[in-house]
């Protein structure tokens, strides 16, 4: 178990961890001349069969940073008040943080009671109490017991130690332990599949051994010879390491858990590329963030209201870095109460699911604020839609299986598993626990809800019925095309396996590449049939340039209209379309244009109404109505003069049928 101190400086902090440990945390040649901490102290006590680590925080206000930092992982607090001061600044800000960073345990050592008179003593305490009381009685740590203490006489230190051991034994021997051990992970996390995760709190080099990095375990394991990330790194990629040695606890070890203290010596990376704010994990969880949704509660001491785009300082894990405060469901933050916010961040952090941090104000002189993380990858558009605020309230949810349970109810596109299971802290999708009619797809990277299934089917049956309406003499679009008109926000892997669906179910049917309602494709009458036999040799024989409607007309000796009405049926069923009024062009002579096309786009110039003139000997206009009708198929996209194919487009490639 890890126990933080907390209190103002000088009340005896650092004085009292050397009395209950044997160990002096102050160790800087500063620390001691000025006699005040300034870095983060460590010590350990193996006693009675548990083992605690202190980590002993600065009071001074101007290094709150580094005691948020120490206070990362932190289980159970001490708060140090000495008798003769009482409660002072620092001794409130403290606490505040320690509540809003959501630890839940504390024990309150009030110090230095050798100082205070003997006759008056009995009755100063009793004031202190009280003060002290009043101070916990609105936070969770209400019920922290008092110890009166001196460790120049060492009156209540045996007392104190006895009490924090226990704590600790209690603590360690729990189920939950090591998955609990994080302050800001709900104990209805506890479920396996929590990978790695340490915050770094300090990195050094050490001779012989090289660099170190220290840190309380937040969840998981790490053991010699794993191979780590470290997060969030430099230019978007998290770096490899590879740990050659563990200390847990201040001593040797193979192994380290969750809500273990430990050092660890990495390999492949210098000191200098590595610094507190970054965390190690493992490689699957590795993730670098400007923008984090999170549940934001504003203390309620603060004199004024939070306003929507204030300056912040952001603390979170062991991170400190400046950004400002989107609220996402309101405009004005009131003291006490809590919100739905993003954090937008000038540098990149990592932050998983759960975590907790606090926010201090622009000039970090106040702690303001607590957050908890909600949803690492945020996004910058539509952050406010009733949608997304629904993802955020599914998000909210403390138990981990109905939390994805309601996100997979509010992703009409699917959720992406694969970032869910990081955001979770999770070695990969395959340990995210989704409700059983889930749709797997993409080899498990993307979950979908039936109902979303039967949703997309919905907007994709519309949009072909809306398509049949407009163009009815054409077959139908190609899967792509239906996309962009039905879901352009489908993934392809979803789109895909929704068209098939659509196919195996029989609710639409595909003829070559073309999609369309069952009904849609006509049947030839037998007149019609006998006619397209006479119109299909003069078709294929045009090649390039086959002939219009009325010439047909003519030379085959029947009416113009009964041409036209076979053609258009012919174009239903996928065999022909129609370029410009009255000129059908076969399937089979487009997909000839259509290689030519994918030819001038491979060189020169690329595909252009001069490149695809010439290269089909065809006169200027023609080769543009052909490039038009490419575009309005979706077998091209017009960009300014050029024609581009639209990427991985199978369409006119000759499937044959
Ligand atoms: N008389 C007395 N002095 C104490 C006691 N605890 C701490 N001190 C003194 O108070 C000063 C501040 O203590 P320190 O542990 O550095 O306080 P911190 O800033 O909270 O870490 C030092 O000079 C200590 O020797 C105590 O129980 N009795
Ligand atoms: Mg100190």
């Not at 080099?205 to 969840?219: D, P």
């Amino acid at each position: 178990m890890i126990i933080g101190t907390a209190g103002h400086i000088d009340h005896g902090k650092t004085t009292l961890v050397r009395a209950l440990t044997g160990v002096e945390t102050d160790r800087l040649p500063e620390e001691k001349r000025r006699g005040i901490s300034i870095e983060l102290g460590y010590a350990y006590l193996h006693a009675d069969g548990a083992s605690v680590g202190f980590v002993d925080v600065p009071g001074h206000e101007r290094l709150l940073h580094t005691m948020l930092a120490g206070s990362t992982g932190v289980r159970h607090a001490l708060l140090v008040v000495a008798a003769d001061d009482g409660v002072m600044p620092q001794t409130r800000e403290h606490l505040a943080v320690l509540a809003l960073l959501g630890v839940a345990q504390a024990s309150v050592a009030i110090t230095k009671i050798d100082r205070l008179e003997p006759a008056a003593r009995a009755a100063r305490l009793a004031q202190v109490h009280a003060e002290v009381r009043a101070l916990l009685a609105p936070t969770p740590l209400a019920g922290a017991p008092l110890f009166d203490v001196s460790a120049a006489s060492g009156d209540g230190i045996d007392a104190l130690r006895a009490h924090l051991l226990a704590a600790a034994r209690m603590q360690d021997g729990s189920p939950d332990a090591s998955a609990v051990a994080h302050a800001g992970l709900d104990a209805a996390d506890s479920s396996a599949g929590q990978a790695l995760r340490l915050p770094i709190d300090r990195a050094f080099t050490l001779a012989g051994v090289g660099t170190v990095v220290t840190g309380t375990i937040a969840s998981g394991r790490v053991r010699v010879g794993d191979e780590l990330a470290l997060a969030p790194g430099s230019g978007g990629a998290a770096r490899r390491v590879r740990v050659r040695g563990i200390h847990a606890q201040g001593q040797p070890a193979q192994a380290g858990h969750a809500g273990q203290r430990c050092a660890l010596a990495l390999a492949g990376v210098a000191r200098d590329e590595v610094q507190r704010g970054d965390w190690a994990c493992a490689p699957a969880l590795a993730l670098a963030t400007t923008r984090i949704d999170v549940q934001c509660s504003l203390w309620p001491d603060e004199e004024r209201a939070l306003r929507s785009g204030t300056p912040v300082h952001v603390h979170l894990g062991t991170a400190d870095v400046v950004g400002s405060i989107v609220l996402l469901d309101r405009d004005l933050l009131e003291p006490g109460a809590s919100a739905l916010a993003q954090l937008v961040l000038h540098a990149p952090i990592s932050a998983w699911h759960g975590d907790r941090g606090v926010l201090r104000d622009a000039s970090a002189t106040r702690t303001t604020a607590g957050v908890r993380v909600l949803d690492p990858f945020a996004p910058q558009r539509w952050r406010k839609t009733p949608e997304r605020l629904a993802q955020l309230a599914a998000q909210a949810l403390p138990h981990r299986a109905g939390r994805l349970a309601q996100l997979l109810q509010h992703a009409p596109m699917g959720l992406d598993c694969v970032q869910a299971a990081r955001a979770e802290g999770l070695d990969g999708p395959a340990h995210l626990p989704l409700p059983p009619d889930a749709i797997l797809l993409d080899g498990g990277a993307l979950a979908l809800a039936p109902a979303a299934l039967q949703g997309l089917a919905t907007l994709a049956l519309g949009a072909l019925q809306a398509f049949h309406t407009a163009s009815p003499d054409e077959i139908g679009p190609d899967a792509r095309r239906l996309k962009r008109l039905a879901a352009p926000r489908a993934g392809d892997v979803l789109w895909q396996h929704l068209v098939q669906h659509l196919l195996d179910s029989g609710a639409i049917a595909r003829t070559g590449h073309w999609l369309h309602l069952p009904g849609h494709a006509a049947r030839l009458s037998a007149a019609e049939e006998q006619l397209a036999q006479r119109l299909r040799p003069p078709l294929l024989a045009g090649n390039f340039d086959p002939p219009w409607v009325r010439t047909l007309a003519a030379d085959l000796a029947v009416p113009e209209a009964l041409v036209r009405q076979t053609l258009a049926s012919l174009a239903r069923r996928g065999e022909a379309f129609q370029v410009v009024k009255d000129l059908y062009y076969p399937t089979a002579t487009l997909e000839r244009l259509a290689a030519i096309a994918r030819g001038c786009e491979a060189q020169g110039d690329g595909l252009n109404a001069a490149a695809f003139r010439d290269a089909t000997g065809l006169g200027r206009k023609r080769a543009i109505q052909l490039l038009e009708f490419f575009n309005r198929v979706g077998f091209t996209r017009r960009v300014k003069d050029a024609h581009l194919l639209r990427p991985g487009t199978a369409l006119f490639a000759g499937v044959g049928g």
